[in-house]
């Protein structure tokens, strides 16, 4: 039994090195989910180059904000002639000094060179007041760069952008590559285009006339159905010959925050002529993937004569490069295989002292948990054990959901008996039990009921999308983050547990969760997914009612109208008196319908809960 599961994990990591290799090799600019102010280490964020000689005219485009707001300012943050910029964006010299509608989209022609290793077109900024990196690259230029780019272009200037001094701004642009993307019709220009809130791919799409398939296999996007994108990140639009425009597209209903509506493709003819190409490209992968079976094979059978099995140690922590004038050094994840694009930051406790105030009780949010701001980054710092931090950074290291609170860095103590710190991000909104417990809190029903699917959609992953499943065993409204555009991320997964296992197995230092817990759990120390479905049921009832003081009898108490105890026709009174005061509109079939789903989430017999994919099919109705 033992070699059957490591062959099936043998073979998962195969199949995945695979995977990454012939991604690699069809990839054009693969699309960086990353936020504009994400100062997450992701490989490759900037655009790859191969040539010092290789240069294109292009375009890029900027929107009109409060600080740049006419053609003349515009033109003259990005260096350019204001009567090139008129001319290209098809505006007679009256424009030239006037206000521009907020969010108007102007094209901007630049030269895009690539200076050492990565295309980009080089400007220069002069800051006038003290502020960040991040307020620079997300606010002045809005998404063009990352924070964490225009910081690694400016190391001499510290930290901080100080007024007075002039930053080198590597703004992001691309040229294409005339011999690998061999498409029906070549493509001239890479538009540079920040997504926003509200966009959708049939909108941008439309803007420039150009086909979706073209625009997924210039980003390395899939395509049936269309990868998801997210706004503050940037993609390119690809682009024939000129004259380049920007067509008036209606506007169209706003999609959910935080994540962008896709539409199936409808493949023209002139795509099916490249059919040959994708049916050789399908018969290269599956010999490709043949290949890796027979290695795996004879790998195995080699494993069994020696009867050796060599694996990669939790213990190590390898230092792949470390920066210059900074503390901060680069770790890999443990499991090498299974956290092959994972690494951390190595924080030094300086770095957090400071941060935190010397871990400071205004800055403490939790049990041993504080806030702090490292490098203008909001995070929460969470002190534990060594052989406690391991775990965590073991078990980030394999799994990954957008919904998840992001694991940043580490700080490790001196000994193996020292305090370790782990750092995570913090999103803007802080926890949503504080949310709740504001007077005039701004959840509305449509935010709470995308907040609840949101964490759905997380626990599910962890429950069916993971190897081996897992269970989070303390989701918790204190355990959910709200981000600035009111999506709901989970915290604290690092301590989450495989369902095979029971209390009596678990490490002292892992507390049972604070608040209304499953009976079985306490009873029993059963660790299964019923356990985080009644969690999530209590959660689901603090949405509806904005209530934190929930026990076993209030609870029943306060759902006594769903119970069969009011009398008839006061079913609706008493949902109206459960429900939230700062809830001033919202739809009563939608909060009877979740009142009922919390009640079977938080039922004594963890066999009458429902399953996590039976909650996300009655969610995914109301977002």
């Known amino acids: 039994m033992g070699s059957l599961f490591l062959i099936h994990k043998i073979m998962i990591h195969l199949w995945f090195v695979a995977w990454m290799c012939l991604g690699a090799c069809s990839a054009q600019f693969p699309y960086d989910p990353t936020n504009c102010t994400s100062n997450e280490a992701v490989i490759e964020t900037r655009y790859s180059c191969n040539s010092t000689h290789d240069s294109c005219k292009t375009f890029l485009l900027y929107r009109a904000n409060e600080h740049f707001n006419t053609i003349s300012k515009v033109s003259k943050l990005f260096n350019k002639n204001s009567d090139e910029v008129l001319q290209i964006n098809n505006l007679t010299s009256s424009f030239h000094s006037q206000v521009l509608k907020q969010g108007k989209e102007v094209l901007i022609p630049v030269d895009c060179t690539c200076s ?3 295309y980009q077109t080089s400007l220069t900024y002069k800051v006038h007041e003290n502020t960040t990196y991040s307020d620079i690259a997300c606010g002045v230029f809005e998404g063009l760069l990352k924070p964490l780019t225009l910081a690694e272009e400016n190391l001499s200037q510290g930290n901080k ?6 930053l080198h701004v590597p703004v992001t642009c691309a040229c294409p590559d005339s011999d690998n993307f061999t498409r029906s019709k070549k493509v001239k220009y890479l538009v540079t285009y920040p997504i926003i809130l509200g966009d959708d791919p049939e909108k941008f799409i439309g803007k420039f006339s150009i086909s979706l398939e073209d625009f997924a296999a210039v980003n390395s996007l899939k395509l049936n159905p269309l990868s998801t994108i997210y706004p503050d990140t940037v993609v390119f639009i690809p682009l024939r010959d000129g004259p380049i425009r920007i067509l008036d597209i209606p506007d169209s209903p706003s999609p959910p925050p935080g994540f962008l509506l896709t539409n199936p493709v409808v493949i023209d003819q002139e795509s099916t002529q490249s059919s040959n190409l994708y049916i050789a490209a399908g018969s290269v992968v599956g010999f490709l993937l043949f290949i890796t079976l027979l290695a795996s094979g004879m790998y195995m059978k080699r494993l069994r004569k020696s009867d050796v099995v060599h694996s990669f140690s939790s213990t190590n922590f390898p230092t792949l490069w470390t920066p210059t004038k900074t503390s901060t050094t680069w770790c890999l994840s443990p499991d090498l295989l299974v956290g092959i694009k994972y690494y951390l930051l190595n924080y030094s406790i300086e770095e957090l002292q400071k941060a935190t105030k010397k871990f400071s009780e205004e800055n403490k949010i939790g049990d041993f948990v504080y806030k702090g701001s490292v490098n203008d980054l909001e995070v929460m710092i969470k002190r534990m054990r060594l052989e ?19 694991l940043l860095g580490v700080c490790y103590g001196e000994s193996n008996d020292s305090w370790c710190y782990l750092v995570f991000e913090l999103p803007k909104n802080g926890c949503l039990r504080d949310c709740l417990s504001e007077p005039c809190n701004p959840l509305n029903w449509y935010k709470r009921t995308q907040i609840a699917f949101d964490i759905a959609t997380c626990i599910y992953y962890l429950h069916c999308c993971s190897f081996p499943s897992y269970a989070h065993m303390n989701v918790s409204s204190r355990n959910i983050f709200i981000t600035a555009y009111w999506r709901g991320k989970l915290a604290d997964v690092g301590r989450a547990l495989a369902t095979s296992a029971t209390l009596s197995k678990r490490n002292d230092s892992v507390e049972i969760p604070k608040g209304l817990v499953a009976p079985e759990y306490l009873l029993h120390g059963s660790v299964s997914e019923k356990v985080d479905i009644f969690a999530f049921g209590v959660v689901l009832l603090e949405l509806i009612s904005g209530r934190d003081n929930f026990d076993g009898k209030t609870m ?5 109208f769903l119970l069969g105890e009011a009398s008839e026709g006061s079913c609706f009174e008493g949902l109206r008196s459960f429900m939230d005061p700062n809830l001033k509109d919202y739809p009563l079939s939608e909060a009877l319908c979740l009142s009922f789903l919390a009640k079977d989430c938080v039922a004594d017999d963890p066999l009458i809960r429902p399953t996590m994919d039976d909650i996300m099919k009655v969610l995914a109705k109301m977002v």
């Open 116 to 118: 050492g290793k990565y």
């Open 161 to 166: 952008a100080e007024a007075g001094s002039e």
């Open 556 to 560: 029943k108490d306060s759902l006594g």
């Open 388 to 406: 406690d931090t391991r775990q965590v950074i073991d078990l980030h290291s394999k799994i990954n959901h957008i919904n998840i609170v992001n």
